[in-house]
């Protein structure tokens, strides 16, 4: 669209289904590439990508011409397909319902692209709840306890 200029980050955070540690350094760089396209089709501009065993960061330049919701429900379902049909995992692989995303200025960008490539180091020390109560925190987010990523069931 002629005369519409953006500049919009995104930070999204999204969990596999009940917090299971299934992403496996085995397949998770073929998984980071599938999620690359999926992003880079619609039109936006990775930035960083990384996960931990039950979740993933992406930190993307929008385009302002389709919805976060969208991008995001594109994302989840067609890199839940990939890893179903690639048998990556012994169950059927679900993402969890639900997403944060946090919006970031020009001047953050070199700060969110170490954070999120410093995934496997911080969960090292910090669990995924942790985090994600603390990215909430930080972004002066309210939420619901109860609307939070559901544990683990056993």
């Known amino acids: 669209m002629p005369n519409t200029y953006t500049q919009l980050y995104i930070h999204c955070v999204f969990a596999v289904k009940y917090r299971l540690a299934v992403i496996e ?3 998770e760089e073929d998984l980071h590439k599938y999620i690359t396209g999926i992003v880079q089709n619609n039109g936006h501009k990775m930035l960083a990508i990384n996960s931990a065993t039950d979740h993933l960061h992406i930190f993307i330049g929008l385009d302002p011409q389709q919805s976060i919701s969208e991008m995001m429900r594109l994302v ?29 200025s020009k001047s953050q960008i070199d700060g969110v692209v170490k954070y999120i490539g410093n995934q ?3 969960h090292l020390k910090k669990s995924f ?12 987010v309210e939420y619901d306890e109860e609307y939070l990523f559901s544990d683990l069931l056993d």
Request: charged letters at 30%; proline letters at 0%.
């Open 76 to 104: 989840k379902g067609d890199s839940s397909e990939f890893i179903n049909k690639s048998g990556f995992t012994k169950r059927k692989f679900q993402w969890q319902r639900g997403y944060g995303a946090f919006s970031n």
């Open 25 to 27: 350094s085995s397949w």
């Open 120 to 122: 496997k180091q911080h």
């Open 129 to 140: 709840r942790d985090e994600y109560l603390e990215i909430l925190k930080h972004y002066a």
